[in-house]
T-cell receptor, first 114, second 113 residues
Framework: EAQVTQNPRYLITVTGKKLTVTCSQN?????MSWYRQDPGLGLRQIYY???????DKGDVPEGYKVSRKEKRNFPLILESPSPNQTSLYFC?????????????FGPGTRLLVL | GEDVEQSLFLSVREGDSSVINCTYT??????LYWYKQEPGAGLQLLTY?????DMKQDQRLTVLLNKKDKHLSLRIADTQTGDSAIYFC?????????????FGTGTRLLVSP
């Protein structure tokens, strides 16, 4: 089954404790992206990747890192999480970054930083 | 600017039509999208429209685009309780090199029996 998976689905952590949210897709997609969803703000793009070893900042990259060492995986790293990073995070992938490309979304990771 | 705005909430009765509206500010956007987010799930692409079109119909869904007013709407005919979800419009602005998908704030649709 074609899908985007994220782990963990729920996470409670404390300020400053490094964490990684994994994202994996099994569709051989080149384009992957991370979003955060906050009430009243919709989805905002954090980082995206056009292909292996190619990443770029989205709208709200501060406090986040990503890596794309393999095509299928695109982990999101919070080196020193802070309470303002409490949010719902979505990973998405598409075949390419083109106009008509359908983005497939993962189920989301709900993060609470205390 | 790239702001995409939507009303936050819409409530309808089952069987009625729902109309969800969206305004965007970047006239260079070539594709505009509607996504649906069901509770506890990620976003699912419902439909999209190319900017040289005024209307697109897909079963119960009708998308209307008014480029002059930068207004996009999604009409759901014969709304069902299963249509209850958050609906996001989104655009790919030309001035971002089409790399960014800019989402609206989302409209929560509640369908009552």
């Amino acid at each position: 089954e074609a899908q985007v998976t994220q782990n963990p689905r729920y996470l409670i952590t404390v300020t400053g404790k490094k964490l990684t949210v994994t994202c994996s897709q099994n569709m051989n997609h080149e384009y992957m992206s991370w979003y955060r969803q906050d009430p009243g703000l919709g989805l905002r793009q954090i980082y995206y990747s056009m292909n292996v070893e190619v990443t770029d900042k989205g709208d709200v990259p501060e406090g986040y890192k990503v890596s794309r060492k393999e095509k299928r995986n695109f982990p999101l790293i919070l080196e020193s999480p802070s309470p303002n990073q409490t949010s719902l995070y979505f990973c998405a992938s598409s075949l390419g970054g083109g106009l008509q490309e359908t983005q497939y979304f993962g189920p989301g990771t709900r993060l609470l930083v205390l | 600017g790239e702001d995409v705005e939507q009303s936050l909430f819409l409530s309808v009765r089952e069987g009625d039509s729902s109309v969800i509206n969206c305004t965007y500010t970047d006239s260079s956007s070539t594709y505009l999208y509607w996504y649906k987010q069901e509770p506890g799930a990620g976003l699912q692409l419902l439909t999209y429209i190319f900017s040289n079109m005024d209307m697109k119909q897909d079963q119960r869904l009708t998308v209307l685009l008014n480029k002059k007013d930068k207004h996009l709407s999604l009409r759901i005919a014969d709304t069902q309780t299963g249509d209850s979800a958050i609906y996001f419009c989104a655009e790919r602005p030309r001035n971002t090199g089409f790399q960014k998908l800019v989402f609206g704030t989302g409209t929560r649709l509640l369908v009552s029996p």
